[in-house]
């Protein structure tokens, strides 16, 4: 089971702060966004642009609280008890 969490606008998208996720078969933080925006259509628009069938660069995420890019970025594989966070990024200027 991995525990995901959301931050601001997110956790609204997502209807809730904290949920968890069972996977039999191995899971990477690309497949799991994938799968939260299949279960939850608000998120969906939030985490993925179907016009080109990939995840928007504008959500921080944490795996165990390291950002993935500094680990093998969305192809990061997710064990057993693992937390991921997704931070919304907003930008001005």
Do not use: C, W
Not at 51 to 78: A, D, H
């Amino acid at each position: 089971m991995v525990k995901v969490k959301f931050v601001g606008a997110l956790r609204h998208a997502a209807g809730t702060e904290e949920i968890s996720i069972q996977h039999a078969e191995e899971l990477s933080v690309e497949n799991l966004m994938f799968k939260l925006a299949k279960e939850k259509t608000l998120l969906k628009n939030s985490l993925v642009d179907e016009r080109f069938g990939q995840m928007y660069l504008n959500v921080l995420v944490l795996v165990n609280g390291r950002e993935i890019n500094v680990l093998n970025g969305v192809k990061t594989m997710l064990k057993e008890n693992d937390e991921v966070v997704f931070i919304p990024v907003v930008h001005g200027g």
